[in-house]
T-cell receptor
Framework: GNSVTQMEGPVTLSEEAFLTINCTYT??????LFWYVQYPGEGLQLLLK?????DKGSNKGFEATYRKETTSFHLEKGSVQVSDSAVYFC???????????FGTGTKLQVIP | EAQVTQNPRYLITVTGKKLTVTCSQN?????MSWYRQDPGLGLRQIYY???????DKGDVPEGYKVSRKEKRNFPLILESPSPNQTSLYFC?????????????FGSGTRLTVV
């Protein structure tokens, strides 16, 4: 079956540091890939997505590139802010019925 | 405003007392789904619905029921709640089976069963 593996958290960074959160996946066919963000006390929000190999999704300074050869979709940001503190979920969509598989989430804490 | 609305936000109940968590979306989405979120386990799908009167089991359906009588509503029913159903629940919706559509999530329902 499909699966998503994210790096363990929590990740603690100083403001303006570079962020990478690793995500790898196992899926049949050609899945679409997503990153969602969950701020404290809220639901998940779609951060970015990529639907085919070599696509780069980007939003709010975050980027991730769909790498089919390494089955990866790592999230990056060049300079994090305190307001980026949240839990980040990698996810994939595979199959014709909108089956979305989520990773376990990575908590990011950015300190001033 | 386009949104998914869940109610209640917080609920404490006793074992065996039937409860319903409501979910409504105003985006005319065909697809709706329920997830539960537990520490260390991420989000696991409970049930999903492709359209009105079409529902199917997700990964952890035991102890839950759903119905989809109208396109906008997708309630989650716990006929006889047990403590292992204490969790954070999310309803989500999307346009359908086209590739690349993301979910819109509700704000969550934190359920405690004592």
């Amino acid at each position: 079956g499909n699966s998503v593996t994210q790096m363990e958290g929590p990740v603690t960074l100083s403001e303006e540091a570079f962020l990478t959160i690793n995500c790898t996946y196992t899926a049949t066919g050609y899945p679409s890939l997503f990153w969602y963000v969950q701020y404290p006390g809220e639901g998940l929000q779609l951060l970015l997505k990529a639907t085919k190999a070599d696509d780069k999704g980007s939003n709010k300074g975050f980027e991730a590139t769909y790498r089919k050869e390494t089955t990866s979709f790592h999230l990056e940001k060049g300079s994090v802010q305190v307001s980026d503190s949240a839990v980040y979920f990698c996810a994939l969509l595979s199959g014709g019925y909108q089956k979305v598989t989520f990773g376990t989430g990575t908590k990011l804490q950015v300190i001033p | 405003e386009a949104q998914v609305t869940q109610n209640p936000r917080y609920l404490i109940t006793v074992t065996g007392k039937k409860l319903t968590v409501t979910c409504s979306q105003n985006m005319n989405h065909e697809y709706m789904s329920w997830y539960r979120q537990d520490p260390g386990l991420g989000l696991r799908q409970i049930y999903y619905s492709m359209n009105v009167e079409v529902t199917d089991k997700g990964d952890v359906p035991e102890g839950y029921k759903v119905s989809r009588k109208e396109k906008r509503n997708f309630p989650l029913i716990l006929e006889s709640p047990s403590p292992n159903q204490t969790s954070l629940y999310f309803c989500a919706s999307s346009f359908g089976t086209e590739r690349g559509y993301g979910y819109t999530f509700g704000s969550g329902t934190r359920l405690t069963v004592v």
